[in-house]
């Protein structure tokens, strides 16, 4: 029987999981984390503190990571983090819904559900009165249906989840890798931005991403969270080759990119492939627009082409 004890984030009970270096928690609310206890542990002050914490301890463990070493100061940043909108959420709450209740006429009792501590992680919920709300955000969209204190999975709603699972992510992320660099900047701001949100996805670059923990794991976490990732090889980043096999290895879809008078010094294994060429940022936002609604299709904000 492993050692109980109660979690540093959320207070409830929580096994203790033995270590060589940090020691483990696994919560139900939370999920799996460790820290170091020489450096302390930063004081949750508020529901909303711990929601979000907790809520980021989840969303690193369905990407594959369990937390390490959680510092004061990795505390301090997560809660300043923005929180995910109601649609993504309800997006997370309906993923573990179907993985929980997909047999036919399986019934949901709200009431309950909303009490389930890992429902309220991976959604950010406060209290059960939070989750409630996400549920009517579920019911009002058509995923869920019923009367009362009872519902079920629509067809639109086990639908919704499998084209969620096949993304490998509750959110509509689009995971740009690319070269870093100034000249890069206008291609950014006028290019691969708008052309993303364009289809109708959320554009992220591990560099514009407020983070903690180190990058090469930051970057294969954001990766696993994204719907497809654009890659775009201009300056022959080695860091862009790495992070497009990546994806590829998950099977996610995979655009490359490269700037007109660079495509000549693609590496050859990739050659062959169908490149996304650009001379301005404008024909690159373009482009992009065209070929994600081509081969991911238009994302859920966006407008008729």
Partial sequence: MPEQGRCEICGNRAEYVPSDFF??????????????????????????????????????????????????????RV????????????????????????????????????????????????????????????????????????????????????????SGSGSAQGFVAMWFDDSMNDAWLSGFEPGIQAAGFRPRRIDDKDYVGGISDEIMAEIRRSRFVVADYTGQRNGVYFEAGFAAGLGLTVIPTCRDDEVERLHFDIKHLNTLAWKTPAELAEGLNRRIRAVVGAGPAADSP
């Fill in 23 to 76: 020691p483990g928690r696994r919560c139900p609310r939370c999920g799996e984390f460790d820290y170091d206890p020489t450096e302390g542990w930063r004081k949750i002050n508020s529901p909303d503190e711990m929601a979000r914490l907790s809520g980021w301890v989840r969303e690193q463990n369905a990407a594959g990571v369990v937390p390490v070493r959680i510092r004061p100061e990795i505390s301090r």
């Fill in 79 to 166: 809660i300043q983090m923005r929180l995910p909108g109601l649609r993504e959420r309800s997006s997370r709450v309906l993923a573990i819904l179907a993985r929980d209740y997909c047999r036919p006429g399986a019934t949901i009792v709200v009431d309950t559900v909303a009490q389930d501590p890992e429902l309220q992680g991976v959604s950010y919920s406060r209290n059960e009165h939070e989750l409630l709300l996400l549920l009517n955000v579920l019911e009002s969209d058509g995923c869920l249906q019923g009367r009362g204190a009872m519902s079920t999975l629509s067809v639109r709603g086990l639908l919704a989840a499998e084209a969620l699972g096949a």
